[in-house]
């Protein structure tokens, strides 16, 4: 059973930084995509960074491309989000998921392709 346990999420201000760290446990070995999305009340959920389990091919969106960084560790299993120079609209549910299966880094970050999702956690700037 794969489980997603979500961390670092809280308040901030303005030009701030936050570190977001999602552990993955009971997935397989081979290299899936790690994501996260955020929403916000009355939106749609949308993609904000993406990377393998191993590194490769780190993505992001055009509104946090050079503000914030998305890694993962292999060996811990675990994916992180640092945000840095956050801003009012960074303000959003955030939520880590991984794909079932290998990792095509050209694909679009879609939530259709992501099966299992942490329960979120809440990041506020304000």
């Known amino acids: 059973h794969v489980q997603l346990v979500e961390s670092g999420g809280g308040s901030v201000q303005p030009g701030g930084s936050l570190r977001l760290s999602c552990r993955v446990s009971?997935?397989?070995?081979?290299?899936?995509?790690m994501a996260w999305f955020r929403q916000v009340p009355g939106k749609q959920r949308e993609g904000v960074a993406r990377?393998?389990?191993?590194?490769?091919?780190?993505y992001y969106v055009n509104s946090v491309r050079g503000r914030f960084t998305v890694s993962s560790d292999s060996d811990k299993n675990t994916l992180y989000l640092e945000m840095n120079n956050v801003k009012l609209e960074d303000t959003a549910m955030y939520y880590c998921?991984?794909?079932?299966?290998?990792?095509?880094?050209?694909?679009?970050?879609?939530?259709?392709?992501?099966?299992?999702w942490g329960q979120g956690t809440q990041v506020t700037v304000s």
């Open positions: 998921a991984v794909t079932s299966a290998y990792c095509y880094v050209r694909a679009p970050l879609l939530t259709s392709h992501y099966t299992i």
């Open positions: 009971g997935h397989s070995s081979e290299d899936y995509c």
């Open positions: 990377i393998s389990r191993t590194g490769r091919g780190p």
